[in-house]
């Protein structure tokens, strides 16, 4: 089955008591591509999400369109779309074999390729024999499953996904994230899935699209949210950042415990740079260009996170490797790759 | 000794209190079979007073089903959409609405029945008809199927339910028949059951809105009792309890089995 391309245009959202859920997005997604919303709670992903499946209407200018046909006003229920939310919303007076058929049935396919495409796809989602299970005998991830099963039975030309792994316990989560990874590569659907989680985004996304107060942070690829920051809520809400502010001249940062080369060494002024803790070495104080002091250190188990102070105007968090010693007090030095700082905007935002 | 004592005077005070309520309706029971009630029971037990009650009133006790039945299918009809519509709302003018409907719960039946009189009491072919009462009867039991079945969609969650289905491609009617209706099925049937029984047994409202013609079986049973012999009154409550007493059973079991199956669906 081939995807669908996907346009979002300047599809912004503003509710009835005038509260600005959505500004204006615009945005392209290729046939069987899987885009992440990514975003703290209130960022307007939900919303964004909502309006692709057709459950909210954009506002004036919006468009949505499947494939170069314009479906902005098309319900819900003619855009052949497939939902799966966070809580499921399996239907609890149908049995798994009759939710997941339920589109199906909605499509008048006949009774036999019915209970063969059902067949199908509980042998796709790995919950063989529980055709005839109540769905309140089910276990979350169980739950999981069938609310995917039934959201791809109708082989929906976009499949929209709302947190559907946030309900379910940590180790859980990890495994179904491979198998939800998987068969979303198999089936070639074209999806969207909104979640908060960053790890899950890397994960799954081919595209991570960064919301923040119902706008677009950034666009890109799992790499280029993470190594490629293009601001600072950005470098903060993905992953963990030292956000240094500093001046850079003749082609290095200069901070008060020393100064890191930097790979543009055409830049002069102030700035804002982005150090990821794991971009950042312990070295012996002699001959380092960055000295600082160890403040504290945590083992966390596949490594060490230290905070140095003295380096730069905060504390400095570095991830050291876990079987190194280092204590508190110790004096060292730091060292950098001139390709690992990242000089952002000085905006805030 | 002490403890066998204090069950002892507990058990007393519960059957002396369970006779004071219990007695009466046997004595109103035993009235309506027996021959004479001034001579007591050696007068002999008889049904000849609950036939004259049938031959008397048989058409109060036809049109209180009907009323009953009809309230019910009104009620369903518009409580069951209305329920579903201000649960999706859920906003300020709908808990409005919802305050609007309860109203007349507060306020007493012979004020609305004055109210609809006041308003209506000019249409004389309505005014004279079965249906300005089934008219109160809605305005009173209409909160009760409402409430019933907006406490089931509090509990589901009925929206992502209706989500989904519509984006399985399911028509508004459809979801609504296939998805919301099933699964408030124990609202809609507890609701059912007060409609039915508050209709049977109303009083207040229908003594106002019925006319000679137009009596319901309460309305009947306060004609019987000013106007007949006692026996008669007294067979007429037995009917009265024949029809009302299987439907608050209904309830009570119904009321008991809710935490059963449907709570475990949960």
Partial sequence: ?349 | MRERAIFAAQLLFTLLVAGFLIIPALLSILAGVTANYFRGIRSGLTLQWVLQVWQLYDDTIFRSLLIAISALAVTLLVGIPAAYGLHLRGDRLSRAVEEIITLPLAIPGLAIALALLLTYGGFGSFRGSWLFILAGHVVFTLPFMVRSVMAVFATTDIRSLDETASSLGASPWRRFLDVIVPNVRPGILAGSLAVVTLSLGEFNLTWMLSTPLTKTLPVGLADSYASMRLEVASAYTLVFFVMIIPLLVAMQIFSGSRSGPMGARR
């Fill in chain 1, 1 to 349: 089955m081939t995807g669908v391309a996907l346009r979002i245009e300047t599809c912004g959202k503003t509710f009835a008591d005038a509260t600005r859920a959505l500004e204006p997005v615009t945005l392209t997604i290729a046939p069987g591509e899987t885009v992440v919303l990514l975003g703290p709670s209130g960022c307007g992903k939900t919303t964004l999400l909502r309006i692709i499946a057709g459950l909210e209407t954009p506002d004036r200018g919006g468009r949505i369109v499947f494939n170069d046909k314009d479906v902005t006003h098309v319900p819900i229920e003619r855009r052949n779309v497939g939902m799966v939310f966070q809580s499921y919303a399996l239907f609890p007076n149908m049995n798994v074999a009759e939710n997941i058929g339920y589109g199906l049935k909605i499509r008048s396919v006949n009774a036999s390729e019915r209970k063969k495409r059902i067949a199908e796809l509980i042998a796709l989602t790995g919950i063989e024999g529980l055709e005839h299970r109540r769905v309140d005998q089910l276990s979350g991830g169980q739950r999981q499953r069938v609310a995917l099963a039934r959201a791809v039975a109708v082989q929906p030309s976009v499949l929209l996904l709302d947190e559907p792994l946030t309900a379910l316990d940590a180790a859980l989560r990890e495994k179904l994230r491979g198998e939800l990874d998987r068969l979303l590569r198999a089936l070639g659907i074209t999806t969207i899935y909104v979640t908060h989680d960053q790890s899950e985004a890397m994960a799954l996304g081919d595209r991570i699209v960064v919301m923040r107060k119902g706008a677009i942070a950034q666009v890109g690829t799992p790499r280029d949210i993470y190594f490629a920051p293009e601001n600072r809520f950005v470098a903060e809400f993905v992953g963990a950042a030292n956000i240094i502010e500093a001046v850079c001249e003749g082609g290095a940062l200069v901070l008060p415990g020393g100064a890191l080369p930097l790979a543009n060494g055409t830049l002069d002024g102030p700035a804002f740079a982005m150090i990821r803790p794991e971009a950042i070495k312990l070295v012996a104080a002699g001959g380092a260009r960055l000295h600082g002091r160890v403040d504290s250190v945590s083992f966390v188990g596949d490594r060490q996170r230290a905070s140095v102070g003295g380096a730069a105007g905060k504390p400095i968090l570095v991830d050291v490797p876990n079987t190194m010693a280092v204590s508190v007090g110790d004096k060292i030095g730091l060292s950098v790759e001139p390709g690992a700082i990242r000089l952002l905007p000085g905006d805030p935002t």
